[in-house]
């Protein structure tokens, strides 16, 4: 699904719009002009499904250079292993993540819990991925046509990474996973990482940033206006409120 120049959805479950597997992310692709670049990786459990989408848009996974992680929970990060070995794309995640995505560290994600209360099957398995590119927290790099900052944004899970891409359009594109989301929600969840106070002050940072479009890890996307919709969640903190959750 092609949502703006060079800027696909390619995958997106329950919480979406209920595309791929129902525990998927949303999995976006973007064109750097040196190479397709994935957003998360989903569960895994859709990636043909996902393969299909890319290739109806003309695209091949052949032609993957990176995927970069928001962070490590299951619809997020589970599929990247795969996705490796079927594109050979390089993977990127924030470097203190690095170590339990190697290792596939279930009790690290909080797996365990997650798949009790059926967010996944009771049989899915999260498989270690080699990790290739290790990112810095407000790292600056471009890709292609494509200039990149890398945040560490966490409150969500402590790993949780937000990518500002400006694209060659000059459109400015915030990847927040699950830091915000539309209308200014955030992902509240009980969790051994989650933590309340650090999600505001990821709020804080992100709301400096000018942001032309929020693609957010669920739900729906802001095409235009994307900065409003943090704004609300930065604003509600500041009132001392909490944002309303996703779920």
């Not at 949780?160 to 000059?170: A, E, I, K, Q, Y």
């Not at 709301?207 to 669920?218: F, I």
Request: proline share 4%; charged share 25%.
């Amino acid at each position: 699904m092609k949502i703006d120049e060079r800027l696909y959805l390619i995958g997106s479950g329950r919480l979406g719009f209920d595309w791929t597997h129902p525990s998927d992310c949303n999995v976006y692709v973007f064109d750097s002009g040196d190479g397709l670049v994935m957003i998360d990786s989903g569960t895994g459990l859709s990636h043909n499904e996902i393969r299909e989408h890319l290739e109806d848009e003309g695209l091949r996974a052949g032609d993957l250079a990176e995927i970069w992680l928001t962070h490590l929970h299951a619809d997020h990060a589970g599929g990247a292993a795969e996705w490796r070995r079927i594109s050979g794309a390089k993977v990127g995640v924030l470097k203190q993540a690095s170590e339990p995505l190697m290792l596939g560290d279930e009790e690290a994600i909080d797996l365990p819990t997650a798949r009790r209360n059926g967010f996944y099957p009771p049989d899915y398995l999260f498989s270690g991925c080699p990790v290739d590119r290790l990112f810095e927290d407000k790292e600056n790099f471009r890709i292609g046509n494509c200039r990149v900052q890398v945040l560490h944004t966490p409150g969500h899970s402590r790993f949780d990474t937000s990518f500002h891409v400006t694209m060659p359009n000059g459109r400015a594109v915030l990847f927040s996973g699950d830091t915000v989301f539309y209308n200014g929600r955030i992902s509240m969840i009980h969790t051994r990482d989650f933590h309340l106070q650090q999600l505001a002050d990821s709020m804080e940072l992100l709301g400096q940033y000018t942001v032309d479009m929020l693609l957010p890890g669920h739900g729906q996307p802001a095409l235009k206006r994307g900065s409003e919709h943090i704004r609300l969640a930065r604003d509600t903190f500041r009132a001392m409120g909490v944002p309303i959750n996703i779920v």
